[in-house]
């Protein structure tokens, strides 16, 4: 169940090529700008890697869960920032995969296809983890809706040509008059504001943008009224083991960089101290289990089974993880990690456990979880034994 077939072995090779080649060389250049790496969507053009989560049918490359938690490890590895654009379009075509119809789909992924990005706008001044603060309204009006609101922290926001934007079609019902729909950026009234000036994943693309009476037609509604909590909460679900992912990649890379300083440090000495060999044994094993619980959770996804604990406890678990590897390799490496590009993957972690639902919210998530009512153990004595 987690070994890597030998499909799974060649898409993760060129990954990793893609990344070696194109990202890890221009990530700190990147970094330090703050400016989007435009370039990279043209370097992903021919590989089509972009693509991996829109189905065959629709001429995208179609890759399970799994295989795509592979392609987001090598991501995460090179550039957190430059693979959260990456991930964040997939998950506005997540949310048009779970709700979208057949016209819907063909239209929302055709600017992918030639390598074009999406972005996904549900937070809101104030609504951020209490999506039913938010005020953004859908209007019934004639042939369609007018759209009027506001949305911020939204990655890709500034470059995308096409959103799935949420809206209150019914402000009386709360989140269960909320909607879903598909905005294309040009449409009239959409405005986007200045980018955020970021702790972390700097070259990532993050604004705040306004809806003033946006006119939509009715074929951009994606599922009907008032769905639009539940395609969020799927589409979420599908979100938080590809950010999982992307930890695992980027602690990995923390580590890597943590033992390659040590050999270049002790040049004639092939094992440090005990100190140091503990704390990197603590590293590695942080990091495989964290690697094996993002496979669990999406071999649960690509067998169809409900995952979405599992989807909490895999961005929650890989996030802090993240978070605590990149800390101590800086830590191990003193001076030399606080100066090198350590210090940019530690400060790409930290977002990590706030967006895409922050880790206090996962762990009411799967508390709620642990503690519904489950059917009662059968006892031991009438088990069956012999």
């Known amino acids: 169940m987690d070994l890597e077939s030998p499909e799974q072995q060649a898409v993760r090779a060129a990954a990793r090529k893609f990344v070696a080649n194109n990202i890890i060389p221009r990530a700190d250049e990147f970094d330090k700008s703050g400016e989007f790496h435009e370039y990279l969507l ?16 629709y001429s995208g490359l179609g890759y399970d869960a799994r295989t795509q938690a592979l392609v987001l490890e090598e991501w995460g590895y090179g550039c ?11 998950l506005s075509m997540e949310a048009v995969l779970i709700a979208g119809n057949d016209e819907q789909k063909r239209r929302y992924f055709a600017p992918m296809l030639n390598t074009e990005i999406g972005a996904f706008g549900l937070t809101e001044p104030d609504a951020g983890s209490d999506v039913g603060a938010g005020t953004t309204t859908a209007a019934r009006e004639g042939d369609g809706y007018r759209i009027n609101g506001a949305k911020c922290w939204i990655t890709n926001g500034g470059v995308a040509s096409v959103y799935v934007i949420f809206a209150l079609t019914d402000v009386l019902k709360g989140t269960k008059g909320l909607s879903a729909f598909i905005v294309e950026r040009d449409r009239s009234g959409f405005i986007i504001g200045d980018k955020e000036h970021k702790l972390g994943l700097r ?133 030399y990690g606080y100066t090198s590009e350590l210090g940019k993957f530690m400060r790409d972690a930290k977002v990590m456990q706030i967006y895409e639902g922050t880790n206090q919210i996962q762990r009411l998530v799967i508390s709620r979880a642990v503690l519904a009512p489950t059917p009662k153990a059968v006892p031991l004595s009438s088990a069956g034994a012999s």
Do not use: W
């Not at 043209?42 to 049918?57: L, Q, R």
């Not at 693979?83 to 379009?89: C, D, E, I, N, P």
């Open 80 to 90: 957190a920032g430059m693979g959260t654009t990456l991930a964040a379009s997939i």
């Open 203 to 335: 070259s990532s693309n993050t604004v705040y943008f306004e809806l003033k009476d946006v006119h939509v037609p009715v074929v951009n509604l994606l599922g009907h009224e008032g769905d639009g909590m539940k395609i969020a909460m799927k589409t979420l679900d599908t979100a938080r083991p590809a950010i999982a992912a992307l930890a695992v990649g980027l602690a990995q890379r923390c580590l890597d960089e943590c033992v390659e300083h040590l050999h270049r440090r002790f040049p004639h000495k092939p094992f440090p101290g005990q100190t140091l060999q503990f704390k990197l044994a603590d590293m590695q094993i942080q990091v495989d289990a964290a690697r094996q619980f993002v496979r669990h959770t999406m071999a649960l996804r690509d067998a169809g089974m409900p995952f979405a604990r599992e989807s909490a406890i895999s961005k929650t678990l890989c996030t802090d993880m993240a978070m605590t590897v990149s800390t101590q390799a800086v830590r191990l490496m003193g001076s």
């Open 42 to 57: 043209e370097a992903a053009k021919a590989s089509k890697i972009f693509t991996m989560a829109i189905p065959t049918e």
